[in-house]
């Protein structure tokens, strides 16, 4: 899970970006070691009883829609021949007008932008349309998040985008339900785990990148060693919100059920 790849981010998303230069060298690392980059649609068929993967495959995932993914991701991956899926925020892009919704942390794509990446063969998914937290807010604003996202996707990009990540990782049995009733095939949380089938297609877990991770990091984690110890401190906190959400979504249940 990749958000923000640009030399100089600024303060709001510097955490969660990376370096260009360190994106490159990790691109190259996954050639060398024999791993093959595919969408997630396509890790969701194989799954569902689709066509066969590469023998290595990895799914590379990219949450919001910054605009440095047309000036940074995109020109790395075409010359590589690689693909990708990049989860759109809708409401954020630079020329949502009457559609903005949310607060951006950072420049983003426009709506042309976007389809020339997806052009360029890099699948597009949905990220809310204001990146709202889904698990936070009641049934009506979460269905117009995750309906308003779906169709301005399909009316402006021309087809159905069905794979989905959700805005800062957070989901419920309540909000995967209504993920799959709004038509999305499939879904990506962060959890920093391996994705399992286990897991189910609303709740596959991703391993975070950062400005942090090391050459060394990246190599074990795409191999799936040492990820537990990567990632002790963002489990801990991983904990700490769900115990946070949980209290909140019962506070509001709690209220309406008093009204």
Same mark, same amino acid.
């Given at each position: 899970m990749y958000h923000s790849v640009r030399a100089d981010p600024p303060a709001g998303t510097a955490a969660l970006s990376v370096h260009p230069d360190a994106f490159a060298a990790q691109l190259d690392a996954l050639a060398e070691l024999g791993l093959t980059p595919v969408p997630f649609s396509a890790l969701l068929a194989r799954w569902s009883g689709g066509a066969p993967l590469p023998e290595r495959p990895v799914v590379l995932t990219f949450d919001d829609g910054y605009a440095d993914f047309h000036s940074e991701v995109l020109p790395r991956l075409v010359h590589r021949g690689l693909t990708a899926t990049l989860f759109a925020t809708t409401g954020w892009l630079a020329d949502a007008g009457r559609d903005r919704a949310g607060e951006r942390l950072d420049?983003? !794509?426009t709506w042309s932008q976007l389809a020339e990446i997806e052009s360029a063969g890099v699948e597009v998914g949905g990220h809310s349309h204001s990146h709202a937290a889904l698990d936070a807010v009641d049934r009506r604003a979460?269905?117009?998040? !995750?309906?308003?996202?779906?169709?301005l996707l399909e009316e402006r990009l021309g087809r159905p985008e069905r794979v989905f990540g959700y805005p800062f990782g957070y989901s419920d049995a309540g909000v995967r339900a209504a993920v799959r009733a709004a038509g999305w095939t499939g879904a990506c949380v962060v959890a920093n785990k391996l994705a399992r089938r286990s897991q189910g297609p609303y709740q596959l877990a991703r391993l975070t990148i950062r400005r942090g991770t090391t050459d060394t990091a990246f190599r074990? !984690?795409?191999?799936?060693c040492s990820v537990t110890r990567h990632f002790l401190g963002d489990h801990a906190l991983t904990k700490?919100?769900?115990?946070?959400r949980r209290t909140r979504t019962f506070a509001r249940s709690r209220g309406r059920s008093l009204r």
């Open positions: 420049d983003t !794509l979460m269905r117009d998040e !995750l309906v308003r996202c779906r169709d074990q !984690l795409v191999q799936g700490g919100y769900a115990v946070v």
